[in-house]
């Protein structure tokens, strides 16, 4: 059965800095993995989709990697704003599950000004 | 883009009522839906999925009688939260899949229902 994790659970950097979140999940049978932003209180916004096919994906000031095989992926957040406080949340569809998304617990991330 | 809108955003009710949540794609037609229960600083659960002209299938855990799930149109499902106690106040996210584009969800901003 797959499982997502997500290190650490919170994260707080001083404006500016560039930082990565972490990912992992158990099975390496995906049909794509998917990086999420929640603002407290708030819905989703997907960010990033990259799909099982391709090693990472980037828009903006976000660049967002997967590694297949050790069931890794990584969400590098470059000069970073207190605009990119939220909650950060990792998915993946997995083959196991029918179409379904399966979640990781996110990341809360603090960029203190 | 393809937005995903849920009503109300937040409702407040009492022990023993009935509470419905809407969620609607606004410009796509979904033939699943998907209803989401998070609970503070934890993932998103999923609670069932739902298809249009059919019953919802519920993820184990799930009272079906409680959470009842309807799916009347392809742009269209409800919630309803029946005989609502305070353990059910949460926050409830629903999300859309294209029919054109099954492999991606859009979500919904989310409701927050308080039981008092």
């Known amino acids: 059965k797959q499982e997502v994790t997500q290190i650490p659970a919170a994260l707080s950097v001083p404006e500016g800095e560039n930082l990565v979140l972490n990912c992992s999940f158990t099975d390496s049978a995906i049909y794509n993995l998917q990086w999420f932003r929640q603002d407290p209180g708030k819905g989703l916004t997907s960010l990033l989709l990259?799909?099982?096919s391709q090693r990472e994906q980037t828009s903006g000031r976000l660049n967002a990697s997967l590694d297949k095989s050790s069931g890794r992926s990584t969400l590098y957040i470059a000069a970073s704003q207190p605009g990119d406080s939220a909650t950060y949340l990792c998915a993946v569809r997995s083959m196991d599950s029918n179409y379904q998304l399966i979640w990781g617990a996110g990341t809360k991330l603090i960029i203190k000004p | 883009g393809a937005v995903v809108s849920q009503h109300p955003s937040r409702v407040i009710c009492k022990s023993g009522t009935s509470v419905k949540i809407e969620c609607r794609s606004l410009d796509f037609q979904a033939t699943t839906m998907f209803w989401y229960r998070q609970f503070p600083k934890k993932s998103l659960m999923l609670m069932a999925t739902s298809n249009e002209g059919s019953k919802a299938t519920y993820e184990q855990g799930v009272e079906k009688d409680k959470f009842l799930i309807n799916h009347a149109s392809l742009t269209l499902s409800t919630l309803t939260v029946t005989s609502a106690h305070p353990e059910d106040s949460s926050f409830y996210i629903c999300?859309?899949?294209?029919?054109?584009?099954?492999?991606?969800?859009?979500f919904g901003p989310g409701t927050r229902l308080l039981v008092l």
């Open positions: 990259i799909q099982s």
């Open positions: 999300s859309a899949r294209d029919l054109r584009v099954p492999e991606t969800q859009y």
